[in-house]
């Protein structure tokens, strides 16, 4: 009998300790110390026996009864603390981490090439301005020396309103440029002034690849006493450098607008080969930039700005244009397109 504990005990204490959950661990309880266990069973067995192996039976099972308790509970504890051990390293916060990204928005290319352009221009003395994008006709054509013949004025390139002429301001139209702004802040600011004006343009064009209906123009005008077109150069050249982070030469051509007298064509080298001539411009070196001019003397007095003290020039440039330059964008019409992935490329 005494052997019979023994091996009890040695077989209850290894099937304890091999015990990998509770569930086990529990089954092998009930297996021994339960109502029915194999130890319950000969604690039960000890009133039978013969009166001189009574005490040491009983002593001795109680003995182990105590023992396996014990190596239950500890066992027990043992699983308990592994659990909760693997459940923390599942569940695991790391709360130094970063965190979870969130996609925040950006300025579009257009709005931060209009800044930079802006900022360039403030630090040589330039302001910002502004003008109504529904404009009228005596700014937006008859103030610059625009006659009625021309063919902006006509309705297959203006988007005009339908609303009742003004008797002295004349139809409303999208404006088609940014020039209108130049007689607008003549006449707030007088002479001298140095103003830029980036602003949407609309114009009632046959769209493709280069041509949109609404894009964005910046506008320059320089008026002061003995301004002359070597101070656009100047200026152009150093707001180019400055914009392209590059040395960039710029040189004029003869052009036509009413509204300038002499009026030409700015072109820049080309940022991509340096003027040595490649694909991007055509291998000519140059890349047409700008028309601009000498203010012509009636826009100056449609300004209130007397042409015999005060002279300047101003320019107009394609934001857009600049930026599809910039960006080696092909076609202009993804600009506006508000396709998300050609904005989230920025
Ligand atoms: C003008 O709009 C004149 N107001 C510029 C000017 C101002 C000249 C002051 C002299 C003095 P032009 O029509 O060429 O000029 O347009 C100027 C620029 O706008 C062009 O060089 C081009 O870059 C851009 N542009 C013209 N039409 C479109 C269009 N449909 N889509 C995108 N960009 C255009």
Not at 92 to 95: A, G, H, N, Q, T
Not at 330 to 339: A, M, Q, S, Y
């Given at each position: 009998m005494k052997e019979k504990l023994q091996n009890l005990q040695k077989t209850a204490l290894k099937e304890i300790f091999s015990a990998k959950d509770l569930k086990t661990l529990k089954e092998v309880a009930v297996a021994y110390l339960g109502k029915k266990g194999k130890l319950t069973e000969i604690l039960h067995g000890v009133k039978d026996l013969p009166a001189e192996s009574k005490p040491i039976i009983g002593k001795l099972s109680n003995e182990i009864k105590v023992e396996l308790e014990k190596a239950f509970a500890d066992k027990n504890k043992e699983i308990e603390n592994l659990e909760i051990a693997k459940s923390l390293n599942e569940e695991?916060?790391?709360?130094t981490a970063s965190g979870e990204k969130y996609e925040y928005g950006h300025l579009h290319p257009l709005t931060k090439t209009q800044h930079e352009v802006e900022n360039i221009f403030h630090g040589m003395g330039f302001m910002v301005a502004d003008g109504p994008e529904v404009e009228c006709e005596k700014y937006n054509f008859d103030d610059l020396n625009i006659p009625a013949t021309h063919p902006a004025r006509d309705m297959q390139d203006t988007f005009f309103l339908d609303k009742k002429p003004d008797v002295k301001l004349g139809k409303l139209v999208l404006r088609t440029h940014t020039s209108p702004v130049q007689v607008r802040t003549m006449l707030k600011y007088g002479a001298p002034l140095k103003i830029i004006v980036p602003g949407r343009v609309f114009r009632n064009e046959a769209l493709d690849a280069c041509h949109e209906h609404t894009f964005d123009q910046v506008e320059g005008l320089m008026i002061d006493k003995?301004?002359?077109l070597a101070h656009l150069k100047g200026v152009m050249a150093e707001f180019l450098s400055k914009l392209f982070e590059k040395e960039v030469k710029v040189r004029f051509r003869p052009g036509y607008f009413p509204?300038?007298?002499p009026g030409l064509e700015l072109d820049m080298s080309c940022t991509i080969c340096g003027g040595v001539g490649c694909k991007t411009c055509k291998h000519a070196g140059w890349l047409e930039f700008m028309g601009a001019g000498m203010v012509h003397p009636n826009v100056l007095k449609a300004g209130g700005i007397d042409p015999n003290v005060y002279q300047g020039w101003a320019f107009g440039f394609g934001l857009t244009r600049l930026i599809m330059m910039r960006y080696g964008i092909?076609?202009?019409?993804?600009?506006?397109?508000?396709?998300l992935r050609f904005v989230e490329q920025f």
């Open positions: 695991w916060i790391d709360l003995e301004i002359s509204f300038v007298e092909d076609d202009i019409r993804v600009l506006n397109g508000g396709d």
